[in-house]
């Protein structure tokens, strides 16, 4: 059996822009299954705004332009349509708690119903 795992998500040629200011530059890396990755890096490096590019929440951000590709095994982070289903997939879990403006239960319910 190959004891190699395999890349889960594949990041090319990765740039970031908040309007004219660019936060990602050429990131080019493989994110392999099995395996704890982490980032590291000063405040401000881009860390969280690289988190946030694998399950498109930059999208929220009106300035945000995105070049490059992301590959979550086959299928196309950046171009998908079905981004229900990427964050089904890609989860992230946050250093603080942070509710949708709505009741806690619809809060805890949203996962499950979506
Ligand atoms: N919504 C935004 N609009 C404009 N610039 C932003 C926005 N969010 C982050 N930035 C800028 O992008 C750069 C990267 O920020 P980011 O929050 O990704 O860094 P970080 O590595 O997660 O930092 P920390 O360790 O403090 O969490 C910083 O210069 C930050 O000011
Ligand atoms: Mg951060």
């Known amino acids: 059996m190959d004891s190699e795992n395999r890349t889960k998500i594949r990041v090319n040629d990765l740039d970031l822009y908040y309007g004219e200011k660019q ?5 080019n890396m493989e994110i392999k299954e099995n395996e704890v990755t982490a980032l590291i890096g000063p405040s401000g490096c881009g ?18 332009k995105i070049n490059g590709k992301i590959y979550l095994e086959d299928e196309e982070i950046l171009t998908t349509n079905d981004v229900i289903n990427l964050r089904t997939r890609v989860g992230m879990v946050f250093q603080k708690a942070n509710l949708f403006p709505m009741s806690i239960y619809d809060n805890v319910a949203y996962g499950p119903k979506n």
């Open 23 to 27: 936060a990602l530059k050429d990131i």
């Open 47 to 64: 860390k969280s705004t690289f988190l946030r590019c694998l399950n498109r929440m930059n999208d929220l951000i009106d300035s945000v």
